[in-house]
Each structure stands twice: as structure tokens, then as C-alpha cells.
């Protein structure tokens, strides 16, 4: 694909494509909506997301991060690794150890699990295909418990964890997939060590010698610190992909006529949905064709996506499937088109970005279609 489109657009300036992309995107909404109408649409809209969606997401970002804190610091952590550790080798093809990475995505985000993989020692349980295989692994669980919490806050409490289970099966499909891809690129990856094992190193940790309330102050504080800069972090996604893609979704005023408010738009992701209802219905069960740009924008950032769903909720859009689905493709994709490359560029294997991008999308569908169908069957109980 990449070659067809260098023989087709190679000869043309990316200065002169960019600008003509540009032209053809805001044209068409400025043609639509009226360009006076449409600048303030997209600063209303930002701006109102940044009130109520943003603060709303930095303050959960904030608790989850105190709590995954708490967590780390009284060995909770280590207790739910010893727990999962016999799952990781029959599900994922991986060593124990990697119950890790998944808890620690799950309380934080997608490149904890790129810290954790720059541990050499941590890396020494791994063959190269399974290390690398971490960045698929690690991103199914990212931000995990953000997206339950936010569910659950929005009145939902059983679907978000059908969702957690459909986003397990998708990691499943997600991390086997990309393991497959990689030997078959790098046969010698299948036995060849990710790093070469070293003596152990007793350290003496003087950390623990603090009194209980310093060690529980300390982590609340760190944790939520922590949580401000996730908080942060989600920023420019959920003012720039959000906005743009409620510009897609929603309509005119009730009016019919444009009038610069916020969350007015040209609705062609509507469109594009009618047309495509029975495919969308059929995997996911969506009934309404608005509710496909929660996955589109789970593509490049899941907090952008979180940020859909109260306007959704209001306009009646949202059920308990959707809820559930959303849940499950929210937490597996999680951003991965946004972090999947930096991630394997930092453990040096950026070369395999687009098998990872390939398989964690088929994971991600494989998510949504499972939520949706474990959804229907308890509902059938």
C-alpha cells in the first residue's frame, strides 16, 4: 500500500498535499456551516470540552492515580501479578512476569509497560518476539481502570465489566497475533534471549523504613501528581480529535440553521454509519449510526473518546451495549495509533510498527464483537 501511494502521490511537494488536504477538510465544513460559524463552533466546542470533559477526566486521572500508588506501595501489585501469572503463558504465549506489565497498564497508561520493558532484568524472562509483543500487550490494558470508573460514573455498572472481558480477548488475539507476525518476519526472534541475564543486585531499599502515614502520604501524593500529568496529557487529544470529530457527528442547531454553539456539525460520520448500519449492527450492535465515532477516535486517543459519550448520552444515542463495547474497544486500542510507534521505538524495534498497528486493530474489532455478544447473552439469561 505504501508503495502504490509513493508512485501515485511521491511526485507531489508534502507541502502542497498538506495544504490541499487542509483546503478540502475545512472547505467542505466551511461551505456547510458558514466559516464565521464554523471558527466559533470549533473554539465553543474546545472550549467546552476543556470545562467539562477535561477537568472531569484529570480529577478520575488524579484518584486512580493515587489509588495505583497505594496499590504499588503495599504490594497489592505484587499480589495480583502472583494471581494472574499462572494465566500468561496458556492465554498470551507469555512469561509470568508479564502479569505485571498488564496491572500496571491497567492502573496507569499504555507506556508504563515500556518502562517496565527497559528493566533488563525484567526483560531477561522474554524470547524477542514475546518482549516485543509487550507493546500490543501492555497498550489492550491501558488506562483501563480510567475507562471503568468513567463508565460506572456515567450510571453503567455490570456493562463496563463486560467490556473489561472483551478487551482481554482482544489483548489475547491482540499480543498472539503480533507474536505470529514477528516470527514469520524473524524466524531467529523465536529463540534468541531479549536480553542477556544478569547476577541479581540486592539493593537495600531504605524506602520502607519510612513510618506508615509518610508511606501513605507519600504515595497519595506521588500517585496523584502522577495522575496530573496523565490529566494533562490528555489534553490536546481530547480538544483537537474531539472537536474535529463532533464537527463529523453532530448536526445544525435545532433551528436547522448554524449558529457558532458548541457540538454543532456537518454529520457525515452519520452518513457514512447508514450507510454502513448492518455491518456495524451485526458486530457490534450499535443502533444508532453516531456511536461509530467512539471507535474512531479510540484510534488516536481513548480520552478523546471518553469525551464523546456524555454528549452522547444525552442526545439518547447510548445503551448498555454500547457501553459495554465501548469499554472493551476503549481500553484495547486505547490511543495505540498515537503510541504504538514512539513505544517500539524506545525498546529499538520501530521497523515492526505497522504489524503491531495491524494486529492491534484486528484485536480491537475482536474486542468490541466479543463485548457486544457476551452483552446479548447475559441479557438473554
Not at 498472539?176 to 541475564?197: C, G, N, T
Not at 502515614?213 to 494533562?232: E, N, P, Y
Not at 460520520?269 to 458486530?283: I, N, Y
Request: charged share 15%; proline share 4%.
Amino acid at each position: 500500500m505504501r508503495k502504490i501511494f509513493r508512485k501515485l502521490f511521491g511526485w507531489v511537494p508534502a507541502g502542497i498535499f498538506c495544504l490541499v488536504v487542509f483546503a478540502l477538510l475545512f472547505g467542505y465544513l466551511a461551505v456547510n456551516m458558514g466559516t464565521a460559524n464554523m471558527l466559533n463552533t470549533i473554539m465553543n466546542t474546545a472550549h467546552d470540552l476543556l470545562l467539562n470533559t477535561v477537568f472531569y477526566l484529570m480529577a478520575i486521572c488524579v484518584i486512580t492515580g493515587a489509588i495505583g500508588k497505594i496499590f504499588m506501595e503495599f504490594g497489592v501489585v505484587k499480589l495480583l501479578e502472583k494471581l494472574l501469572r499462572p494465566l500468561m503463558k496458556p492465554l498470551f504465549n507469555l512469561p509470568g512476569v508479564a502479569s505485571l506489565g498488564a496491572v500496571l497498564t491497567f492502573l496507569s497508561d499504555n507506556p508504563a509497560i515500556i518502562s517496565l520493558a527497559q528493566d533488563k532484568r525484567f526483560a531477561t524472562y522474554f524470547k524477542k518476539y514475546q518482549f516485543i509483543s509487550l507493546t500490543n500487550f501492555g497498550t489492550a490494558f491501558g488506562m483501563g481502570l480510567l475507562v471503568i470508573v468513567f463508565m460506572i460514573g456515567q450510571g453503567y455498572y455490570s456493562e463496563p465489566l463486560i467490556g473489561l472481558f472483551g478487551a482481554f480477548v482482544g489483548c489475547i488475539v491482540s499480543t498472539r497475533l503480533m507474536q505470529r507476525f514477528v516470527v514469520k518476519s524473524y524466524p531467529r526472534f523465536k529463540d534468541e534471549d531479549a536480553a542477556i541475564k544478569e547476577e541479581p543486585v540486592n539493593d537495600n531499599d531504605h524506602h520502607y523504613r519510612k513510618p506508615l502515614f509518610q508511606r501513605i502520604l507519600d504515595s497519595l501524593l506521588d500517585g496523584g501528581r502522577t495522575g496530573v500529568d496523565v490529566g494533562i496529557a490528555i489534553i490536546p487529544g481530547v480538544l483537537i480529535i474531539s472537536t474535529l470529530v463532533m464537527l463529523f457527528t453532530f448536526g445544525a442547531s435545532k433551528s436547522g440553521e448554524y449558529t457558532g454553539a458548541a457540538y454543532e456539525g456537518v454529520q457525515l460520520l452519520p452518513w457514512v454509519g447508514e450507510k454502513l448500519q448492518f455491518v456495524f449492527e451485526c458486530l457490534f450492535g450499535f443502533t444508532d449510526p453516531h456511536l461509530i465515532a467512539f471507535p474512531i477516535t479510540a484510534l488516536g486517543a481513548v480520552g478523546a473518546a471518553l469525551g464523546l459519550v456524555p454528549n452522547f448520552a444525552a442526545e439518547g444515542w447510548i445503551d448498555g451495549n454500547a457501553i459495554a463495547v465501548f469499554t472493551a474497544i476503549g481500553m484495547c486500542w486505547s490511543g495505540y495509533l498515537s503510541t504504538h510507534t514512539a513505544m517500539l521505538d524506545t525498546i529499538g524495534y520501530r521497523r515492526l510498527t505497522s504489524k503491531a498497528i495491524l494486529a492491534h486493530t484486528v484485536g480491537g474489532f475482536v474486542a468490541g464483537i466479543v463485548a457486544h455478544w457476551v452483552y446479548v447473552l447475559v441479557n438473554l439469561l
